[in-house]
């Protein structure tokens, strides 16, 4: 092979993998009864406000949810959450963190959080940790669809890659198993 091709071909190469996107994120398969035995809150509410920013240090980009509690399923988080995550947009400069659940204003979600400092809260299990919530039809029950993840994520015995195991269910239904784990967590 000629150095030409040799040349080329690198190039080629290069411009190929280029193009493709790395998604580095790898965790644990969490499920809706160990969400709710970890987290230091669970609420059922409507997202009010959501705000990407610049963090203390200027180095990387933060984004700042604010939740208004509808039903608080775990702890005592007030009216308001205010959940933070890093990634965000600030002007046209965009950082990414795979893995991470997202939220749109006015969107109706059940959050599972960890306390982070003294008045906010980041979501625990990552996007495993959200559900939003949907409302089709008058007179059909609310639906609970869990957050798509474009993490990998691992079986927490075999260590081996799997599938998320969460799969939409109503509203309600949802709430029972939080009550329902936080109920079995609590006897000795």
Do not use: Y
Request: no cysteine; aromatic share 4%.
């Amino acid at each position: 092979m000629s150095i030409r091709q040799r040349f080329r071909l690198g190039m080629l190469t290069v411009a190929l993998l280029g193009g493709w996107t790395a998604s580095a994120t790898t965790q644990l398969r969490v499920d809706v009864t160990q969400l709710s035995q970890e987290a230091d809150a669970v609420v059922h509410g409507v997202v009010r406000r959501v705000e990407s920013r610049w963090s203390g240090d200027g180095r990387r980009i933060v984004t700042d949810i604010e939740v208004q509690v509808t039903d608080p399923l775990k702890g005592q988080p007030g009216n308001t959450v205010l959940v933070t995550q890093p990634g965000g947009e600030v002007g046209d400069v965009g950082q990414t963190v795979h893995g991470l659940a997202t939220f749109k204003k006015d969107e109706e979600v059940v959050v599972f959080l960890q306390k982070r400092g003294a008045s906010a809260f980041r979501v625990a299990g990552m996007a495993q940790g959200k559900f939003h919530v949907r409302r089709d039809e008058v007179g059909k029950p609310a639906m609970a669809v869990p957050e798509h993840s474009d993490a990998l994520l691992l079986d927490p015995v075999t260590r081996k890659p799997t599938t998320a195991t969460q799969k939409p269910q109503t509203l309600e239904a949802l709430k029972a198993t939080v009550r329902a784990a936080l109920k079995k967590g609590s006897t000795p």
